[in-house]
């Protein structure tokens, strides 16, 4: 959330910053701005909305310098606008800023009471009024950051530029993602590596707690104790943090074509063709854990959601399961024998990662599924296995869901060889079944089309309901998520059971009903629901394969999908949910990429 660079340069750096910020821009678009240091002076260009206002800013008034920093907003303290817009500026010193300053309200009182302006509602203005202030007292730019540092309280990642210093940007990491690029006499930070990606393929990712003095000609890292220390470089895969719609129209379209190859990508790393076995770390032991704690948001919770039948089916392993903003607020009842298991695409949000946090000191072992390996869920899991999915920039999760199924899907059956649930026979079975999912993906995939059609009348409604029963709930909870997030259309989902207990009084004419029902063993149970909402004249759409559709008889909206075993159906029914949500969102003008108020990467509670 909210993204940051800087670029010490040999060139005029504006339009690389902006070429860094659109690269970042999944990670905030309700504004963005620009300080440069050009010829002593300090100088800053912002706008709100989208980065092309920025653009468009800086065609009329140009921000010349060697050396400057960069920023794209998610709006936390103060909404959208050109004053609540980083960089924020006082006196000699701006910084750009992602997380929030907990004890801001403090600080702005106290720095009011000592004579300070403010001009914008951000928490962020607080850092240059405390650093403008340490700069008038005399103090070195070096000494003035390290200073301000020690007065913040809370999660953030920042930069500072200093007027008169063309060789410095000071930047700081506690609890939100940053790094530093090495150039040829140029230096370079930012958010993540993508940000970096056509500068530098040398990366140093800072530690919790680390801040760092760049110039052009590298950088001095310090750790939370002001210690000078050294981190190490890594070269970074620049083919895979490269980012493009490679002809699609949006991200989301691109990402969700992807996911026959990564899901193929996937197995391939865990259980590559002909293997009868999965690799996975030896340490990973799942033989005496008595309960999986697994805690994730959003889409990914509803991957674990899905693989709570799993663990519980072929592993008989105890699973509980909650969203991390919930979880690290209550009392859990941790113990030596439990597995702490947490799944993020990002590998930053930063509910996931304090939940993390939280019952480290408690459990046997804490393992993450995530699509960053270099990211802080990663670094601070004991095991961190990748979902291998490249960059996902599409704000709403699309092959990362399906990813994460695939990936916990191998873990549910390596844990029920371990516990001797499932025999060597039902094992290579089930694997077999898992090596059918990029096929089967791609098949889904190829009904597009009809769901492109079936949109249309979606597009039109105001609230649509989604039903599923067993693994297909939380399918059906993805489905809701996905349609309220970039077609705005009110959404919601229930257990199929669960609708007659009071939702069912929403059911009338025009409320479209999405039911996700393979011919499974809870199918029946699920088509009865389904006519209890067609007899109150709710419109439905049976998602089902062809033995489902011929089974249920007269239903006034059909989606066939192919008939797949019941083990791999989430994986394979998760392309509906998604094709449904983009082309109603399609239909609707929205959008789909950048949809409003949301941002990717949640580093902030
Ligand atoms: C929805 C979506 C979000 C994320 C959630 C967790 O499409 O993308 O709900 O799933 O913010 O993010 P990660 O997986 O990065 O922890």
Redesign the pocket.
């Known amino acids: 959330m909210c993204g940051i660079i800087g670029i010490l340069g040999k060139h005029e750096v504006s339009p690389q910053i902006l070429d860094g910020l659109k690269r970042l821009e999944y990670r905030g678009y309700d504004s963005a701005g620009i300080a440069t240091v050009n010829r002593g002076q300090l100088d800053l260009r912002r706008a709100v909305g989208k980065l092309i206002n920025l653009s468009d800013a800086l065609v009329h008034a140009p921000l010349p310098g060697r050396v400057g920093i960069g920023h794209t907003r998610w709006a936390t303290h103060g909404g959208p606008s050109v004053a609540n817009a980083h960089p924020h500026r006082a006196g000699r010193v701006a910084v750009v800023h992602n997380g929030i300053i907990e004890n801001f309200r403090a600080l702005r009182d106290e720095l009011t009471t000592e004579g300070a302006q403010f001009s914008s509602e951000t928490d962020t203005e607080t850092i240059v009024h405390l650093a403008s202030q340490y700069l008038e007292q005399g103090v070195s730019p070096i000494e003035a950051a390290r200073s301000t540092l020690k007065r913040l309280e809370g999660a953030f990642a920042l930069a500072f530029l200093f007027e008169g210093e063309e060789d410095l940007i000071i930047c700081a990491r506690r609890g939100s993602p940053l790094c530093i690029g090495h150039g040829t006499g140029e230096m370079y930070l930012g958010s993540d590596a993508i940000a970096l990606a056509d500068l530098t393929d040398r990366i140093t990712y800072l530690e919790e707690g680390d801040w760092a003095v760049l110039t052009h000609d590298g950088a001095q890292i310090f750790d939370a104790e002001d210690r000078q220390t050294n981190r190490a470089m890594t070269r970074i895969n620049l083919d895979t943090a490269r980012v493009d719609k490679s002809g699609h129209k949006h991200f989301m379209a691109k990402e969700m074509a992807e996911q026959p190859g990564v899901l193929q990508a996937a197995m391939g790393c865990y259980a590559g063709p002909g293997s009868t076995g999965i690799t996975l770390p030896p340490e990973l032991d799942f033989s005496a854990t008595d309960r999986l704690i697994m805690v ?6 509803y991957a674990c959601q899905v693989a709570k039948y799993w663990f519980e089916k072929y592993a008989g392993l105890a699973v509980e399961l909650d969203i991390a903003s919930e979880f690290r607020y209550r009392d859990p009842v941790l113990g030596p024998s439990n597995m702490a298991l947490f ?7 930063a509910d ?1 990662l304090a939940a993390l946090r939280h019952v480290k000191p408690h459990v046997a072992q804490v393992v993450s599924v995530i ?1 960053v390996p270099t990211s802080s ?1 990663a670094r601070e899991s004991d095991v961190a296995l990748p979902i291998h999915a490249g960059p996902e920039i599409g ?4 092959k ?2 399906t990813a ?1 199924l695939q990936v916990l899907a191998l873990l549910a059956l390596q844990a029920g060889l371990q516990r001797g649930v499932l025999d060597a026979r039902d094992f290579a079975a089930h694997l077999e079944d898992l090596r059918t999912v990029p096929g089967y993906v791609a098949q889904a995939l190829d009904r597009e089309e009809d769901i492109r059609r079936l949109s249309e009348l979606l597009s039109r409604a105001r609230d649509v309901l989604f039903l599923g029963r067993g693994v297909m709930f939380p399918l059906a909870l993805e489905g809701a ?2 349609l309220k ?1 970039i077609s705005y259309i009110h959404a919601e989902a229930y257990a199929a059971g669960e609708l007659k207990h009071g939702p069912i009084a929403l059911v009338d004419k025009d409320l479209p009903v999405i039911v996700f029902a393979p011919f499974d063993g809870l199918f029946e149970k699920t088509v009865s629901n389904m006519q209890e909402v067609m007899a109150r004249q709710g419109k439905v759409l049976l998602i089902s394969d062809a033995q489902g559709l011929a089974h249920a008889g007269d239903v006034p909206y059909q989606l066939q999908m192919p008939s797949v075993p019941a083990f791999i159906a989430p994986i394979v029914y998760a392309v509906p949910a998604q094709l449904i949500a983009y082309h109603t969102a399609l239909h609707r003008g929205t959008d789909v990429d950048q949809p409003r108020n949301l941002a ?3 580093t902030v509670e």
């Open positions: 994730a948001c959003g889409t990914a919770h799944v993020s695409q990002s590998g930053e949000t996931t699509n869920i704000v709403a999760s699309t990362a869901f994460q998520l996905k997030e990717k990467s949640v």
